[in-house]
């Protein structure tokens, strides 16, 4: 490309050597300023070049220092270019072939280049579908055809650590974008969730989908449980995802663990299955001493060694055996058929009553967690939502003053076969609305209470066993709890304690020789009491029912024996009764507190000191004035009281004003009409005066 010269017009017939010199140096000149097409100098440009929005075409290799795309620069540094930028597709023309199979898809045309013998085409001579480019018109016989396809280019491909990220807020530090990357771990960027686990525990990461962290002596995840629970503390949990903390069969020395994990509801901490001990069918018992019980059950192949764990559950006899079931720590093994654990029940002794049968279920616990020396700790802290606790035996050594499990300030969790066996204080324990859902929990020979609500505390279950603990089987203070199939025997108080306004529902409650009472309700307590298969029987303190203090207790079904009051009310204590529970030792009203009484509602019958059972008891009242009854002669009155009848009714009458020398009965001639009389037994008329009459009846 050549500049135009500027040269001077020399006149016909003159000649200037001088002129046509300057004219041929501009020439030069000129020709100098030019890029020369077979490489010779010069050959360099000495400005920029300005194409005019025209394409640079047919360009081989281009070396540069840096390429602006865009109006961004890009350099050697900050950009590469992967896989091959141009393809060339060659045919030879035949002069009828218009469609040609290209190597690569254009995409669109203008993706493309063709040339018919070194001439570039038009696009408007050819259409591109897919791979097949058609020609309009076939290319002449032996034409050289090259079709150039450019391919996708990648720019900007670096390392992330090569690139800088730096926060738009205020103090914001420079990271890199590959830390930046890994802040948050997911499940996507590992090939197995199991090696994600290794990489994620003890970092931040989002969960998406389940998991499970293993806890092994050796070949798990983490080998404690609290390295697990502090592995996951910084995760994220999806609502549709599960962190499974998997422990391992074994005995598990802990320290007290608290659990406080923002996604807690998220989270199964997982023990071993139980395992199935060969059903018992022989038992002997030596008794040393209240709540101390050596009990040697055989097992044929039982497969037991000293200090494992059993759960014994589902004992005939009901009313008589039920302190043999409980969560139990064996002792000694005698022979591969037999086996023994230590019973704690009140009891100074206790013995096996009938057969044994073949229901009864052991079950050794695979998975136990034990918590020595922790004083005045605790074994299991929950605050806020906790997880769900399955198949695991919390076990202390009841020493100090600490409990199983502390659900504290609105905690929640849950437990499904978990046992708590050997708390100084408490197994499982609500405080300050805490609440627990459980499906089967066994609390047996701790140092208090087996199973304690306090304080607004919500405890449901179903299907719980208390026995053997050094207070009462369940505390309900101030609390709500609800449950079925609720057993507690054997245990150094009450069965079941009320107290502090607490409402409580249990179902088909089986509580038996506990140290004091079946269920004991004081100061302004609910409870109801229902189930056919209800059983309150046999407890020391000789009461089955015992309310006070203004407590209600309605009472549904099952039965309850075996006590001399069945059923007690004192200090404005209330009972209502179906009647169905079987009694035959009645029920005593205590003396009130200032003066107050204790009232039993009661459908069906109610025997006094094993007596004829009475099932009708009325009182009515009549304001009549029976006028002057002459020396000798009678007056009389009637009223209605419904249900009464001549042969099997018995009656009381009072007013409230004797009037000396009359004598009052009241008797019943016509069902349902009571004759009330007063009889003149002196020598002179007395007049009956204006009174009151109250009428007493008791039938069978």
């Not at 204080?425 to 701790?446: E, K, R």
Request: proline content about 1%.
């Amino acid at each position: 490309m050549a500049k135009k010269p500027t040269v001077s017009t020399i006149s016909s017939g003159y000649a200037s050597n001088t002129q046509l010199n300057a004219n041929f140096g501009a020439l030069r000149d000129s020709f100098d300023n030019t890029l020369s097409l077979d490489g010779s100098t010069p050959n360099a440009m000495g400005a920029d070049l300005d194409l005019n929005n025209k394409d640079l075409i047919n360009a081989g290799t281009i070396a540069t220092n840096a390429l602006s795309v865009g109006g961004t620069y890009l350099t050697a540094a900050s950009a590469t270019v992967t896989g091959a930028s141009l393809h060339s597709d060659n045919f030879t023309g035949n002069g009828s072939t218009t469609a040609f199979t290209l190597t690569y898809k254009p995409f669109i045309e203008d993706n493309s280049q063709v040339y018919i013998n070194g001439v570039y085409q038009n696009k408007e001579t050819y259409s591109i579908s897919e791979k097949v480019l058609t020609f309009s018109q076939a290319p002449v016989a032996t034409t050289s055809i090259e079709v150039v396809v450019a391919r996708s280019l990648t720019f900007g491909a670096t390392e992330s650590s090569n690139v800088t990220h730096i926060h738009s807020g205020t103090g914001a530090v420079s990271r890199t974008a590959s830390a930046k990357l890994q802040d948050v771990i997911t499940v996507a960027d590992f090939d197995t969730s199991s090696n994600f686990v290794v990489s994620a525990l003890n970092n931040i990461a989002f969960i998406e989908s389940d998991v499970t962290v293993s806890v092994a002596a050796s070949g798990g995840n983490v080998t404690t449980l609290q390295a697990a629970l502090t592995g996951i503390a910084n995760w994220m949990i999806a609502s549709d995802a599960l962190v499974t903390i998997q422990i391992a069969a074994g005995v598990f020395t802990c320290s007290s663990i608290s659990f406080d994990h923002p996604y807690g509801s998220r989270v199964i901490v997982q023990g071993a299955s139980l395992s199935a001990v060969t059903a018992p069918n022989g038992i002997s018992v030596t008794s040393n001493g209240a709540r101390d019980h050596d009990v040697v059950w055989t097992s044929i192949g039982h497969g037991l060694t000293t200090s494992d764990y059993v759960v014994i559950k589902d004992i005939p006899t009901a009313g008589s055996n039920e302190v043999f079931e409980g969560i139990f720590k064996v002792t000694a093994v005698g022979s591969t058929d037999t086996f023994t654990v230590k019973n704690t029940a009140k009891n100074t002794s206790i013995s096996f009553t009938g057969s044994i049968g073949t229901g009864v279920s052991i079950k050794k616990y695979g998975t136990v967690l034990s918590f020595p020396s922790l004083g005045t700790g605790n074994g299991i802290t929950v605050y806020g939502y906790g997880p769900e606790w399955e198949n695991l035996a919390f076990v202390g050594d009841g020493s100090g003053d600490s409990v199983g499990m502390m659900l504290w300030y609105g905690a929640y969790t849950r437990v499904q076969a978990g046992a708590f066996y050997n708390w100084s204080s408490h197994g499982l324990y609500g405080i300050y609305a805490g609440t627990a859902d459980a499906q089967f929990v066994v609390c047996s020979n701790c140092g208090e209470h087996g199973i304690y609500a306090l304080n607004n505390s919500t405890f449901q279950f179903v299907s719980a066993i208390t026995t053997g603990n050094g207070g009462s089987g369940v505390i309900n203070a101030g609390s709500h709890v609800a449950g079925s199939s609720l057993l507690t025997a054997g245990n150094n108080s009450n069965g079941y304690f009320g107290g502090d306004g607490s409402v409580g529902v249990v179902q088909n409650i089986v509580s038996v020789q506990n140290g004091l009472y079946g269920v004991n309700l004081e100061e302004t307590s609910h409870v109801d009491v229902k189930g056919a298969s209800t059983l309150i029987k046999n407890n020391l303190g000789n009461r089955g029912v015992s309310v006070s203090e203004r407590s209600f207790a309605d009472i549904t079904g099952g039965t309850i024996s075996g006590h001399t009051y069945d059923l007690y009310g004192e200090k404005l204590g209330y009972i209502a009764s179906d009647g169905s529970e079987g009694s035959t030792e009645g029920f005593v009203t205590g003396a009130g507190q200032n003066g107050g009484s204790s009232d039993i509602t009661l459908t069906g019958q109610l025997s006094i000191d094993g007596n004829a059972a009475m099932d009708y008891f009325d009182v009515a009242t009549k304001a009549h004035n029976l006028g002057s009854i002459a020396a000798g002669a009678q007056a009389s009155t009637t009223l209605t009281m419904t249900g009464s009848t001549a042969t099997n009714t018995g009656f009381f009458v009072n007013c409230n004003a004797p009037v000396a020398g009359l004598i009052y009965t009241a008797t019943c001639a016509t069902t349902n009409t009571v004759t009330i009389t007063a009889s003149n037994i002196t020598t002179g008329a007395i007049s009956a005066l204006a009174r009151t009459y109250t009428v007493a009846a008791v039938g069978v």
